[in-house]
């Protein structure tokens, strides 16, 4: 029972740092701290609620209180704020628009609440941009050890498709000099992409070139490219939809190329590692048609679009790189 009643549990602590981070507490504590009051007429917020989500927070050893005073915690002040460079406020309210859906997991399991068709994520500016942030803030961690295991030996020209961020990309750029980025994904995700990369030395080498390409069939005109990486971007589409994706990025990739799959992947029964199975769940509360894939079945697409199968490598349990040959 112990076990049941922690699970029941978990979203407590979570709702109240993402909370906080939806109202930007961490923003008016300042220097000196700040009481309730204050914090409360900053967000426009009830002077009750506000006491009690900050004492909360203070319980969860999120914030420090003292004299009345709330105080940011050295630490995580770096990550709490608007502009802090780390963008992990954009990845708690990013995380706070997924608790919303989640929410409503069982509606979408019966269907009273239908997914819509189109995720606001990818239209709307100010969840796009937390997305986006988040994906940096997440990724950008792990972005060298992913790259460790690109053999980038003969490869002048590579495409970071759906690249969000383009985390991966500035540090293949970085790695080569010779080589040619593109940041291949949506309008607003490459606004905010060269928002973030502006202050990365490689800026000035990436070429940002809008594709939307699951509805868009033809590419508008791009070099043969020598590396092609696609990651975390099939998790949300239907296995039809990918299919028809890997098919259309064949003719893209030059001979001998290769495309590199990155995905949080299953195991074939799908209930491992824990992470990719919780992972399904995103995809299933915000996407019509996402879920998290196994190696047999990105393997399978390739294969049926005209790639040969090289290899696929688990990296941690969120990341598994999957290589496929032209
Ligand atoms: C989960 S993010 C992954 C970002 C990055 N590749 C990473 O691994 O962190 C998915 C990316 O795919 C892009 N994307 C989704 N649908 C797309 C489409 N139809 N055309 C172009 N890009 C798309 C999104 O804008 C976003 O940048």
């Not at 993402?18 to 002077?47: K, M, N, R, S, W």
């Not at 900050?54 to 009345?68: M, P, Y």
């Not at 003969?154 to 383009?166: E, F, K, M, N």
């Not at 490219?225 to 939809?241: C, G, K, M, Q, Y």
């Amino acid at each position: 029972m112990d076990k049941l009643l922690q699970i029941a549990s978990g979203f407590m602590e979570a709702k109240v740092l993402l909370a906080g981070a939806e109202l930007g507490v961490f923003d008016h504590l300042g220097h000196d701290g700040a009481t309730a009051a204050e914090v409360a007429h900053a967000i426009d917020g009830d002077p009750r609620g506000t006491e009690i989500l900050l004492d909360a927070l203070v319980a969860t050893e999120v914030l420090r209180k003292e004299s009345g005073h709330y105080h940011n915690l050295p630490e995580f002040e770096h990550f709490l704020l608007v502009d802090g460079p780390a963008h992990f406020l954009g990845l708690l309210r990013h995380r706070n628009r997924m608790f919303r859906t989640w929410a409503i997991l069982e509606d979408r399991i019966t269907g009273k609440q239908p997914v819509e068709p189109r995720p606001e994520i990818l239209d709307d500016p100010q969840t796009n941009a937390n997305f986006i942030q988040a994906m940096y803030a997440g990724g950008m961690r792990q972005a060298p050890a992913v790259v460790d295991h690109l053999d980038l030996k003969d490869v002048r020209t590579v495409a970071d498709l759906g690249g969000g961020p383009g985390h991966y990309l500035a540090e293949i750029a970085r790695r080569s000099p010779s080589i040619e980025p593109y940041l291949i994904d949506l309008p607003l995700t490459l606004g905010v992409a060269r928002r973030i990369l502006a202050r990365t030395e490689v800026f000035v080498r990436l070429r940002f070139v809008e594709w939307d390409f699951y509805r868009e069939s033809e590419p508008p005109p791009l070099p043969p490219f020598d590396l092609v990486l696609i990651s975390a971007v099939l998790h949300a589409e239907s296995p039809e939809r990918n299919r028809d994706l890997l098919r259309r990025v064949f003719p893209l990739v030059a001979p001998g190329g290769r495309i590199v799959v990155q995905e949080n992947m299953v195991e074939g029964d799908r209930t491992r590692p824990k992470d990719a199975a919780l992972f399904a769940i995103n995809m299933l509360t915000a996407t019509p048609g996402g879920r998290a894939y196994t190696e047999t079945e990105i393997r399978g697409w390739g294969e049926e679009a005209g790639f040969r199968f090289e290899g696929c490598e688990r990296l941690s349990p969120r990341s598994s790189l999957l290589t496929l040959r032209k």
